[in-house]
């Protein structure tokens, strides 16, 4: 990713704002909106060019406060033109906003997430169709084979130490993105853990939880991500934001438990094994070829006895589709 370093000076009309990581908090607004008329603009924003068909000339990477605190008071904003394609964008903008003191637990999930995705990425190049278990493996193999001097038997011992099921998880992308959050590898799984139990699948309630002073306590919404039962944890989350003044997650809990039917309504089921089907299938349509060919006796091994002959016979039919329309050659099937 590039950057310049040349400061230019930007309308606030003329930067388009998209879909950000964080979120926009109005106080923090105004008072760096209060700061710049009295002291002026401190810290550059980040934007980049747009393309030829854009509305404006500008997008946002980072700086959405600042951005529009300089609206509010009707004031030019200084800024750095960034380059780079959307992920590395992402990544600045979160490297940007990580180090916030004022960043709640919900959101600091949100950045770490996406800067978590950055350094698995990097970490997984040059590495199509492995799991990170097996990369890691051979990293740190390379890395250990590199710096000290093996006898066979010690080699033996290391390889053995150091297989895949040890190494899930310990080493690699997770410890440099850690280390670039200024956190251990332990506390950034706590917050990939939030992400996963509350941002995914709660994408509507999130954003309400984190402005609430229970979201706003990282020990709080670790104890909503320890609630096991998905409907449960929905019903905890929906009372939180409803009761403003719920002090504790317990109190949520004995809300959602003086009412039997709340967490457990079919609603509740159905929209969550809804979700638990969206993220696989998002994370399975990240697999290339080769790694669909060697897991294919894996994944079989996950499917329901009860569903085998229905999937049997959707990939059948499938088959016969694509071999219909000249998108499947015999043999590649």
């Known amino acids: 990713m590039a950057r310049g370093s040349e400061i230019i ?4 009309d003329d930067i388009e704002v998209r879909e950000r990581i964080g979120l926009l908090w109005q106080e923090r607004v105004e008072g760096i909106a209060a700061s710049m008329r009295v002291e002026g603009q401190i810290e550059p924003i980040l934007v980049r060019r747009t393309g030829p068909r854009a509305d404006k000339p500008w997008r946002l990477v980072a700086g959405i406060h600042r951005l529009e605190a300089a609206r509010a008071i009707g004031t030019t904003i200084d800024a750095i033109e960034v380059e780079g394609d959307p992920d590395q964008l992402r990544a600045v903008e979160a490297a940007e906003n990580i180090h916030r003191r004022d960043l709640g ?3 600091k999930a949100l950045y770490l997430r996406a800067l978590a995705d950055a350094h698995e990425a990097k970490f997984s190049e040059g590495f199509d169709g492995l799991t990170p278990q097996q990369i890691g493996q051979i990293k740190r193999w390379r890395e250990k084979r590199n710096q000290v001097q093996w006898r066979e038997d010690e080699r033996a011992e290391f390889e053995a130490l150091n297989s895949a099921a040890i190494v899930a998880g310990l080493y690699g992308w997770q410890e440099a993105a850690a280390a670039a ?3 251990s590898a332990g506390r950034l799984r706590d917050y ?3 992400h996963r139990l509350i941002i995914q699948p709660f994408a509507t309630l999130y954003e309400a939880l984190a402005r609430h002073p229970l979201g706003q306590k990282r020990a709080s919404v670790m104890a909503i991500a320890q609630i096991d039962d998905e409907g449960r944890r929905r019903a905890a989350i929906e009372a939180i934001i409803a009761n403003p003044e719920i002090k504790t997650v317990d109190e949520a809990l004995r809300i ?3 009412d039997p039917g709340r967490g457990n309504r079919p609603a509740d089921q159905e929209r969550g094994q809804s979700q638990f089907l969206s993220r696989a299938m998002s994370n399975l349509t990240r697999l290339h070829s080769s ?3 060697s897991w294919a006796p894996q994944l079989a091994e996950l499917i329901q006895p009860s569903a085998l002959t229905a ?3 959707a990939i059948d039919a499938r088959i016969a589709a694509l071999r219909a329309a000249g998108k499947l050659k015999d043999g590649e099937a």
Request: aromatic share 4%.
């Open 9 to 12: 000076t930007l309308r606030p």
């Open 192 to 194: 990939l853990r939030i």
């Open 105 to 107: 637990p919900i959101e």
């Open 311 to 313: 999937v049997r016979d």
């Open 291 to 293: 790694t669909w060919r």
């Open 256 to 258: 959602v438990d003086a």
């Open 181 to 183: 959050a200024g956190l």
